[in-house]
T-cell receptor, first 112, second 111 residues
Framework: AAGVIQSPRHLIKEKRETATLKCYPI?????VYWYQQGPGQDPQFLIS???????DKGSIPDRFSAQQFSDYHSELNMSSLELGDSALYFC???????????FGPGTRLTVT | DAKTTQPPSMDCAEGRAANLPCNHS???????VYWYRQIHSQGPQYIIH???NNETNEMASLIITEDRKSSTLILPHATLRDTAVYYC????????????FGSGTQLTVLP
């Protein structure tokens, strides 16, 4: 069965650069969620989208923005990168606000 | 999300049943209990969920006490690949649920 696809899987950026992470949800899933997981920490919710509209916002820095497109894929844009942004970024998808969510393999972002 | 409490770590011998407890004493009547796990650096994986009846699927069984204040996830025959952090989550009943991952249980399956 098709799973959530995230690209790239690994990304290395320097401080103050920008990064764009992409997420392709499972077909027919209409809700996308983004999570950040720092080293040794639990996943933290950043933001979610339902039918291309932002539906909920967690601890997402103002330097980050995200959107969901007409084909339901989502992009997380990160600007003015800081060392502390180094983390695993997971995308998840589900049918409308279902708590049964499918997570992608994650993007490992390293900021140097 | 309603607060849950889990032991920080547990060990289990390979081939034996792993029983992972979770306390959720503030759970409301219409709130479900969800279990996810995260194998090292992989994306979290849904395991099972339930409301008040016991549930079983191909991965695990979920036993919820009658007062719904606690539950136990059972992996009937643990393998080395079941070594992971297991999260017990009670999502908010609101329309936009963040599905908060708190401190789970690090299960180590020993050979």
């Amino acid at each position: 069965a098709a799973g959530v696809i995230q690209s790239p899987r690994h990304l290395i950026k320097e401080k103050r650069e920008t990064a764009t992470l992409k997420c392709y949800p499972i077909p027919r899933h209409d809700t996308v969620y983004w999570y950040q997981q720092g080293p040794g920490q639990d996943p933290q919710f950043l933001i979610s989208f339902y039918e291309k509209m932002q539906s909920d916002k967690g601890s997402i820095p103002d330097r980050f923005s995200a959107q969901q497109f007409s084909d339901y894929h989502s992009e997380l844009n990160m600007s003015s990168l800081e060392l502390g942004d180094s983390a695993l970024y997971f995308c998840a998808s589900s049918f409308v606000f279902s708590d049964r969510r499918d997570f992608g393999p994650g993007t490992r972002l390293t900021v140097t | 999300d309603a607060k849950t409490t889990q032991p920080p770590s547990m060990d289990c011998a390979e081939g034996r049943a792993a029983n992972l407890p979770c306390n959720h004493s503030t759970i409301s009547g219409n709130e479900y209990v969800y279990w996810y796990r995260q194998i090292h650096s992989q994306g979290p994986q849904y395991i099972i969920h339930g409301l008040k009846n016991n549930e079983t699927n191909e991965m695990a069984s979920l036993i919820i006490t009658e007062d719904r204040k606690s539950s136990t996830l059972i992996l009937p025959h643990a393998t080395l690949r079941d070594t992971a952090v297991y999260y017990c989550i009670v999502p908010d009943s609101g329309s936009a649920r963040q599905l908060t991952f708190g401190s789970g249980t690090q299960l180590t399956v020993l050979p």
